[in-house]
């Protein structure tokens, strides 16, 4: 019996192994491209919240129409690009800098983000959440390889170790 669990653990990390790293990407494209796409024609239920730190912030220059375009746009590039073979890098430096400008209303408009101490709001725990995010795009970008070893700023990903029993 110990034997047979064994066999079937190796077999689901194998399939995980296998898979994750497509499962991930796709899984950041739809993300990242359909929240761009509702940006771009002006109907996310986000606008308000971006458009609030927008006029909050150093961009109030830039009027909110072609603010919310270049930003879903910008999230639509973010989707593309983690599909695309070898831009692991760039991709995941786009996308830091996309959470970190995201995580700024929960500095810059706490009345939103928070009710109470330690207590975000709906919208708080929306920006919050994309810490997993983060960690999903950092899982990815640690399986490519060094500059140093590949001298180019494209991605190389790493050999996986294939576990069998």
């Given at each position: 019996m ?66 919310m ?28 800098f ?5 995580a ?62």
């Amino acid at each position: 019996m110990e034997q047979t669990i064994e066999r079937f653990d190796a077999r689901v990390i194998n399939f995980f192994r296998k898979y994750s790293d497509e499962f991930a990407r796709f899984s950041f494209f739809i993300v990242f491209f359909w929240f761009g796409i509702l940006k771009t024609f002006q109907i996310s239920p986000a606008g308000p919240l971006v458009l609030d730190l927008l006029n909050n912030t150093f961009l109030r220059f830039i009027s909110e129409s072609t603010f919310m375009i270049s930003f879903g746009l910008f999230e639509m590039l973010i989707g593309v690009l983690i599909l695309t073979p070898r831009m692991e890098r760039i991709t995941f430096f786009l996308m830091l800098f996309h959470l970190i400008t995201t995580a700024m209303p929960l500095w810059v408009l706490p009345e939103i983000t928070w009710d109470s101490f330690f207590a975000p709001s709906l919208i708080g725990q929306y920006i919050i959440k994309n810490l997993v995010l983060l960690a999903s795009g950092m899982m990815l970008f640690a399986r490519i390889k060094p500059m140093s070893e590949t001298h180019t700023v494209f991605g190389e990903e790493e050999k996986t170790i294939n576990i069998n029993f």
